[in-house]
């Protein structure tokens, strides 16, 4: 590939990226509605749009670190309240012996293990 090639396809993918962020804020929706649509169809259209062709050997370790990123920014936004819903929550409290209708006493709540207890900041 050319340095030509590689800036287009750069620039091609942040111009698609901050309009789709832009879109997306301008909606108020999340920006991963809009995202993922267009990156499926820049890359669909064209050949400019490879990121394994654009980064070479690059490519894998920059995945590995976006994804862990993209996983660390969303446990920071998580509470015991928005998680206690979940299917993987209530596992885990029954998994650790967490019974709600066992402590009837607002006063007392029962022992929690390490996996339940919230996180304090």
Do not use: H, K
Not at 30 to 49: K, Q, R
Not at 52 to 79: E, H, K, N
Not at 85 to 93: G, H
């Amino acid at each position: 590939m050319s340095t030509d090639q590689i800036l287009f396809g750069v620039a091609l993918i942040l111009v698609l990226a901050v309009a789709s962020q832009v879109l997306a804020s301008r909606l108020r929706i999340p920006a991963l509605i809009i995202l993922l649509p267009a990156g499926f169809t820049a890359g669909a259209l064209t050949s400019d749009v490879n990121p394994q062709r654009l980064l070479g050997p690059a490519f894998q370790p920059l995945v590995s670190l976006a994804v862990a990123l993209i996983l660390y920014d969303s446990g920071l936004g998580l509470t015991e309240a928005s998680c206690a819903d979940t299917p993987a929550a209530s596992f885990t409290a029954w998994c650790c012996g967490e019974y709600r209708s066992r402590w009837p006493s607002a006063r007392y709540s029962p022992p929690r293990c390490w996996a339940c207890r919230p996180v304090r900041r």
